[in-house]
Structures are given as C-alpha cells and as structure tokens.
C-alpha cells in the first residue's frame, strides 16, 4: 500500500523511500524485477534468432511500467521471462533479488501464484463459467470452498462482473472477457501483474475502461504492473516509466512525459508519431523555403518537452516576437503532471531576425526551428 | 422364433459395442492425453514415448478389421478361452477401437488453443491441473462427438465379427439372410441397424451441442 499513496505525491517532495525516489536513485532501490544481462535465442529454422540480448532493466515496486516496440521487438518474450513461460538463454531475472532460474515446479509454481498475467486474447477457459473461470487458480491451490467462494465473489465485484457468475465466456463482450481475466489474474493477491497486450483486441472505449481500471486496482492493491504493447496512447495512459524495444535490445527509457516530450530514438519517434501533430496538408503545400516577400509568415514549430514543468507561457512568448503571431496548429497535453506539446506559430511583421526570433523562442520552449515561410 | 433370435442379435451387439467402446473409453483417453502431451512442446514432452506409442497405434488403425480379428484369434483364446461368442469378440473390437478413438481423441486435445495451456501455467497450475482442468473440459464436445464416432464403427465392426461366429445382429443376418435367402430378417436387421445408428449419432450430437459452450 505504502508505494501506492506515496507515488501519486508531487515528485518535488519526495518522502523517504519513496518509489519516487528511489526512480531518482536507482541504485539505491531494490528492485522489484531486475533484468540482468538478459538474453534469449531461438532455434528457428534458419539457424538461432536472437530475440532479446543485453536487457539491463529495473522495474521498481508499485509502479506502472511500459515495454513499447514494434512487433517482433521482443517484448512478449521479456515479459515472459518474468513468470518463466519463457525461460531465458543468458543473464538473469531477479525478482526481489531472487534469481528464478534454478526453480523447480514447486518454487515456480508458488512464483506464478504471486505474479499474475492478463493476455491479449483473455485466454478464458470456454467450459468454464465466469464464476469457475476466476475460481480456477484457487481450486488448483488447494484453497478451502468458503475461502474461494469469498475471493471469487469480492473479485468479480472489484471487476464490475457480480451479476455474470454464470456466464460463459462466449456471451460477454470483449471488455467484459477481460474483465474476467483480470479478476482471474488477480485472485492470489499477486504483487506483480503483467500484461500481455491485453487492450490490443479491444475498441477504444473499452480500452480506456480497461486502462481505468488497471490504475485504480495499481493505486489501490500497490502492486507492480509491467505491460507490453505496440500503442503509445496506452503507455501514456498509464505508465509511470517505458522502456523503448527493438530488435531485442532497449534503445530507450525514461520517464513516461520524458521520452513522450523529447524521443531520442528513431524508432519512439515512429511509434509517437500517430500522436503528433503532423503539419496539416494544406500548410503543407503553401510552406516555402524562402520568403516570397517581406511581409511573408516565418512557420515556428516549437515543442514543449515538459522538462521545466511549466506550462508554455504564450504572452511571453507573444510578446517576444514583437509582431503579428497566430496560433497555426498544435497543441499541449498533460502526462503525469507535465504540458508537453508542439506549437506551430505564424509570426509576421516582426522587427526580428530569424536566429532572433529562434533564440528568444528557445526561452519559452525546449526545442525550436523553422519550418518555412507562408505568404 | 427368429424374432427371439432377433432380440437376442441386438443384446449381443450392445454388449459387444458397449465394452468394447466403453475400454475403448477407458484406456483411449489416457493414451490420447499422453501422445498430445508428450509431443515436441508438450507439458510433458517424452519425444521416444510419443515416438512408440505413435507407432503402435497406427500400426493398429492400419491394419483392417477382418484381418486383425483372424490375427488376434490365439492372444483371444489366451484372454477369454475360447474364439467363439460374443466375449471373443469383445477383444479384437476393444483391440481396434481403442486407437481408433484415441486418434480421434487426440485431435480435439490438440485443438485446445495453446493459450489456455499458457494462461493455465501462469495462474500456477501444475501440469496435471492443466489435463485435468483445462485440456479435458475443453475438448470435451470434440471428444464426445468421437466417442460417437467410434460407437457407429464398432457396430459396423461388431457385424464383421458376427459373421465369423461372435452373434449379435451381424450373425443373424448372415446365416437367415445370406445364407437361407430370408430377405426379411434381413430388412429386419437393416432397419433396426440404421435406427441404432441414427439414435446413437442424434444422442451423440446433441450431447456434444451441450457441452460446447464455445
């Protein structure tokens, strides 16, 4: 509980032992899971296919945190590693401070009790009613009836599912399989719930319920969620801290509004790019590169990274330029607690010149560069 | 008269089908578990135990019914003492019937979305849990609608055997039929053969209806 109510404080005022903190010292912290040199190779076909090599990764307790790539990047089979559906070619996997890799059946599957999954497909038992769907891992654990009938019943309650008991898979909606497979996941009171795409079959909407209610059971339970996906809007929903994979190797991570406001690798940039601003087609075909006369538009796109934690300050910034300014496209948006965003500004009949008018621009904003000149 | 011979041709018949299919069931489930689980991937991988038992039933479901009851005749007199009868022929029909519905059997198992398998391993099933409550229930319709399968067969083969002295309706319409030219034994049997067929696949089906919750 204690990591819960203490993450969602300002990270101005850390307390001690805070997770926040302890993202601001990492070596410091114990990790919760901790990848160490981790690698994994497949005998494919054509000779061993290398899937992950060299993952260094601490995942602290009580946060969200988000594995993004492209498909065939890797992510399935480290997320797997944690609960050893996947078993590792070198390094380790630590889970607090535990290396899982000399488990035996016994020891792996007490692990798994602890460490729940949701997946992409819900992968619901279809003979099974809701009620013996979420039952399921308790009866295998040998839990007496009254106990499960009572874990079972507060579970689909938390879920929103109390009045499906039974059910079958096949006549609920994917939402609400879902919803079923969470329930499921979080039946042994884990500490670690990891998620395998689990919104990727879903709609937006239900997407967005599904997300709400991953934060409110990682807000109210404490526990550490780890989930994988090919959607940045996801990540950004959710997750405190993402790592960026591809070809089996993490080419980045940051804090969720660090590598949204600012990517550095080519590969976050494409994956952000269905959530950026593009500039508008019809700006596009009247941008040129030189001005067609005087009293021509300099285009400025300036992104806001949210590295200051301030909101971009537009009278500033307006009367900076000294000139006529109109707001062309864009637009902030807030992730965990930071504006970060592009503007496109027009700016004409400005005494300035343009390494100037860049310069003072730099003042309000991270990063800022001409795109063009309009008439 | 013949239709006392009739009715004692059709409690033959079920007897012969009934425990024969019913050992079938018995030991074609365990052995349809073992050839998916023991499989490249399995839960409990054995690539040489797949290997053989593999074997073993093809070479039974290969060989034709006729021929394997002739074949069988000494290892019958060693079971049940005598080659002649309904309890003779109980042993070729399990003998064939067994691998039979284990291959089919094995399908359904096989069809079971690995998935379920790998939720199951997640939420700390250990290995039998995952036969016992995720594999079996959830290809139960298909191994049902198999089972029906192997009903209609071992009736089918259960005639082949009367033929060659075990009783049952087969017998009956081989010696008054064949035989004595009785075309009305004959169609007597033909017509109580389809109705046990149709009432054994129409049972079957529904059953297999019910069960699938898919």
Request: proline share 4%.
């Amino acid at each position: 509980m204690n990591a819960t109510v203490q993450r969602s404080l300002p990270l101005e005022e850390p307390t001690p032992h805070s997770a926040a903190q302890a993202r601001l010292h990492p070596e410091k912290a114990n990790a919760h899971v901790r990848f160490s040199q981790l690698g994994k190779v497949y005998e494919g076909q054509q000779g061993p296919v290398t899937a992950l090599q060299g993952i260094d990764l601490d995942i602290e307790r009580g946060e969200v945190f988000g594995i993004i790539g492209r498909s065939g990047a890797g992510k399935s089979s480290l997320i797997r590693t944690i609960n050893r559906l996947e078993q590792p070619s070198s390094g380790q996997v630590l889970i607090d401070q535990v290396d899982i890799a000399a488990f035996n059946e016994d020891k792996l599957v007490e692990l798994r009790r602890r460490i729940g999954m949701i997946f992409q497909h819900f992968n619901l038992m279809s003979a099974k009613t809701v009620w013996k769907n979420v039952e399921l891992p308790l009866k295998v654990a040998g839990v007496p009836k009254e106990q499960r009938k009572r874990k079972v019943a507060e579970l689909l309650e938390l879920v929103g599912l109390q009045d499906k008991h039974d059910a079958y898979p096949a006549q609920l909606s994917g939402g609400q399989k879902q919803r079923v497979g969470i329930a499921r996941a979080l039946v042994h009171d884990p500490e670690i719930l990891l998620c395998d795409e689990a919104t990727s079959a879903l709609d937006p909407e239900t997407t967005q319920s599904i997300l709400g209610l991953l934060r409110e059971i990682n807000q109210r339970l404490g526990l550490t969620i780890i989930l994988i996906t090919h959607e940045m809007a996801v990540i950004r929903e959710i997750c405190d801290r993402v790592v960026v994979l591809e070809r089996g190797r993490i080419v980045e991570q940051g804090p969720v509004w660090q590598v949204f406001g600012d990517p550095q690798h080519e590969v976050s940039k494409t994956l952000l790019a269905p959530l950026q601003h593009a500039l508008p087609e019809d700006l596009q075909t009247r941008l040129q590169a030189q001005p067609s006369d005087k009293h021509a538009s300099i285009v400025l796109d300036l992104q806001f990274t949210g590295s200051d934690g301030n909101e971009p300050d537009l009278s500033a910034l307006f009367s900076a330029f000294g000139g006529r300014v109109s707001l062309l496209h864009g637009g902030v948006e807030r992730i965990q607690g930071r504006a970060l965003g592009h503007l496109l500004l027009a700016v004409s009949h400005s005494p300035l010149s343009v390494e100037e008018l860049l310069t003072r621009a730099r003042k309000q904003a991270q990063h800022a560069k001409v795109l063009g000149y309009v008439a | 008269m013949w239709l006392d011979r009739l009715w004692q041709g059709v409690i033959d018949t079920f007897l012969m089908v009934g425990v024969s299919s019913l050992i079938a069931l018995i030991l074609g489930i365990p052995l349809a578990v073992i050839l998916v689980t023991s499989g490249k991937g399995g839960i409990f991988e054995a690539p040489n135990v797949n290997r053989v038992l593999g074997a073993f039933v093809n070479i039974f479901r290969s060989v034709p019914f006729l021929i394997l009851m002739v074949a069988l005749i000494p290892f019958t007199r060693l079971i049940v003492g005598t080659t002649y009868g309904v309890w003779a022929a109980v042993v070729p029909l399990t003998i064939a019937a067994t691998p039979f519905f284990a291959r089919i059997a094995e399908v359904s198992l096989r069809e079971v979305d690995h998935g379920l398998i790998e939720a199951a391993q997640a939420m700390g099933c250990r290995r039998w849990h995952i036969v016992w409550h995720v594999l079996l229930p959830e290809a139960l319709p298909g191994i049902v609608g198999g089972f029906t399968i192997t009903l209609v067969t071992m009736i089918n083969s259960s005639a082949m055997a009367g033929a060659i002295g075990a009783g049952g309706l087969g017998d009956i319409a081989y010696r008054y039929g064949y035989q004595r030219f009785d075309t009305q034994v004959m169609l007597t049997v033909i017509v109580l053969l389809v109705v046990l067929v149709a009432v054994i696949q129409l049972g079957g089906d529904r059953l297999a209806l019910r069960l699938n919750k898919r």
